[in-house]
């Protein structure tokens, strides 16, 4: 079986316990106006292009079959409505100027770069985690690289956003040792505001997942004048402490690291001037929600 992987990162520290490798799956069902994977949205192979790495070497003009790749007075500019994503251009982009966001893989393909990495995942607890996008979008895909983790006895995780239809990912869902899943807003309307889709479904099968007896983790994003404030998050601690099997509560700071892809990708960031938290104020945030029945840690 084929699936389609964004990227995959070796020695994670922030997808889980212990040391990991993340599986960056690609398409994703949200668009969180924050996200800082954007290259993840579709699962088409959309280009990358950083114009400040052409060098003007124009290999990538005599390659392009739709003319997206041109030459305009001896100068090479990508005419992006142009593309129909075919990757010839990026495959002999030698500075790294346009670059691939798919990669169309086996299970075979990702558990040997797994693999490279058991005895630190068998040292440090850790092991791998499926993300993206979203994975069960891929679900059977999934199913099979948590079933070669397995066999291997490597513990597989998954990041989920939860905003599908459940039954055709429960069998998925609970073979996974951890499962992660973001509560982004408490208020529906603000939910679809900023993600384009209201939040009943997720938190109908964060309930219901609950009872799949799976340790879970959940990880509320800290996004300035989205998600931010006392109010969605104390009613989103509150709802958590109604899940017996959850561990913990994450709250993650804001992460700017996407801008450089939505320039690269020719999409708008309506974060751009936005900025992390001090540590002082996750302390904070941490220091307000603890005591309500979950504990707060800071990711």
């Not at 990227?7 to 316990?17: A, E, K, T, V």
Request: hydrophobic letters at 40%; aromatic letters at 8%; one cysteine or more.
């Amino acid at each position: 079986m084929d699936g389609v992987i964004t990227s995959i990162q070796r020695f994670s520290l922030n997808d889980g316990p212990g040391i990991r490798t993340t599986v960056f799956f690609k398409g994703c069902n949200l668009r969180c106006a924050w996200c800082h994977n954007p290259e993840t949205f579709s699962l088409a192979d959309d280009m990358m292009y950083d114009a400040s790495k052409c060098i003007g070497c124009l290999h990538c003009v005599a390659v392009c079959p739709s003319g997206a790749q041109r030459e305009i007075d001896g100068k090479h500019a990508f005419q992006r409505d142009l593309c129909t994503h075919c990757g010839a251009c990026a495959d002999v982009c030698f500075p790294g100027a346009l670059e691939h966001t798919a990669k169309v893989m086996t299970c075979d393909d990702v558990m040997r770069e797994v693999l490279q990495d058991k005895a630190y995942y068998l040292d440090s607890g850790g092991g791998v985690t499926l993300s993206g996008g979203e994975a069960m979008l891929q679900a059977d895909f999934a199913a099979e690289i948590t079933a070669a983790c397995h066999e291997h006895g490597i513990e597989c995780a998954v990041e989920t956003n939860l905003a599908y239809e459940l039954d055709p990912c429960e069998a998925v869902l609970r073979g996974f040792d951890l499962i992660m899943f973001d509560i982004k807003q408490m208020d529906s309307a603000q939910h679809k505001r900023w993600t384009g889709a209201g939040n009943e479904t997720i938190l109908a099968n964060a309930k219901r997942m609950d009872g799949f007896a799976r340790p879970m983790i959940a990880r509320v994003p800290l996004i300035p004048g989205a998600t931010d404030d006392m109010a969605n998050l104390a009613a989103t601690v509150d709802f958590l402490a109604t899940l017996k099997n959850l561990r913990y509560l994450e709250i993650l700071n804001f992460n700017p690291l996407g801008e450089a892809k939505y320039r690269c990708l020719a999409l708008d960031n309506p974060f751009v001037t936005a900025r992390p938290y001090s540590d002082q104020q996750m302390s904070d945030y941490q220091r307000a929600l603890s005591g309500r029945g979950v504990e707060v840690r800071v990711g």
